[in-house]
């Protein structure tokens, strides 16, 4: 295991939530892990933190609090397909309205003759770049 995904998981780990006893906490309540943005907005003697007053506060407060990351309404997976099936609406609009519903310009286009007056405008050889040699002209 390389050393970058070993501090990764080291990370992980201090970023989920775990199920086993806390050592450090001691005689410290060991509370669920559940954000106040999830519980019902009326109740609470502070409805603004929604919590009474009295209550232990959670280990993890700041991050478990309503000033804390925002909980996900949706899941991950179901959020990729909502975004990927919007974008693909918008994708399929625009080829509709370019391919479908754009009409032809109502003038013909300009048709020059001789190869769209490639020799009259000096053709290709002359708009050639020079070679460029290393002997100098004396």
């Not at 300009?110 to 290709?124: A, I, K, M, N, S």
Request: proline share 10%; hydrophobic share 35%.
């Amino acid at each position: 295991m390389s050393r970058r995904w070993r501090s990764l998981t080291r990370w992980r780990t201090y970023a989920t939530p775990s199920q086993e006893p806390d050592p450090q906490l001691g005689d410290y309540p060991q509370l669920p892990w559940v954000s106040r943005q999830t519980l019902p907005a009326k109740g609470w003697d502070d409805p603004l933190l929604r919590r009474n007053f009295g209550d232990t506060l959670h280990e993890q407060e700041e991050v478990l609090s309503m000033w804390g990351p925002d909980v996900a309404p949706i899941p991950p997976k179901q959020a990729l397909f909502q975004f990927t099936l919007a974008a693909l609406g918008f994708v399929s609009f625009g080829l509709l309205v370019k391919n479908v519903l754009a009409q032809e310009p109502p003038a013909i286009r300009r048709e020059y003759p001789f190869d769209g007056l490639v020799t009259e405008l000096g053709g290709h050889e002359e708009t050639k770049a020079r070679v460029e040699s290393l002997e100098t002209d004396l």
